[in-house]
């Protein structure tokens, strides 16, 4: 393949990764904590609770990211070699 042509390529690739990672996982809510010391310690284990579910969400959320990203490069592969036949046909 010339450069002119891996450049598309290259742009697909980038564009169909980033609308794969946007799409497929949420990322969690950061967790509230007020401003006051009073409501703090009033509110302690609600808070800590909130923190240990955020901790477990984001993990899941960076392991849901890191398969989507697979994924989507694998298919950004696909469709890469697709586009270089189709572009080989037009020759």
């Not at 909130?50 to 696909?78: G, S």
Request: charged content about 30%; some cysteine.
């Amino acid at each position: 393949m010339t450069c002119a042509r891996n450049i598309p390529l290259v742009l697909l690739s980038t564009v169909l990764v980033a609308a794969s990672l946007a799409s497929a996982c949420t990322p969690p809510e950061r967790p509230f904590v007020p401003t006051s010391r009073e409501d703090m310690r009033a509110f302690a284990d609600l808070i800590r609770g909130d923190f240990e579910a955020y901790i477990a969400d984001v993990q899941e959320y960076f392991r849901c990211l890191d398969e989507e990203r697979a994924r989507a490069f694998v298919e950004a592969r696909e469709v890469s070699q697709e586009y270089g036949r189709f572009v080989d046909a037009l020759e």
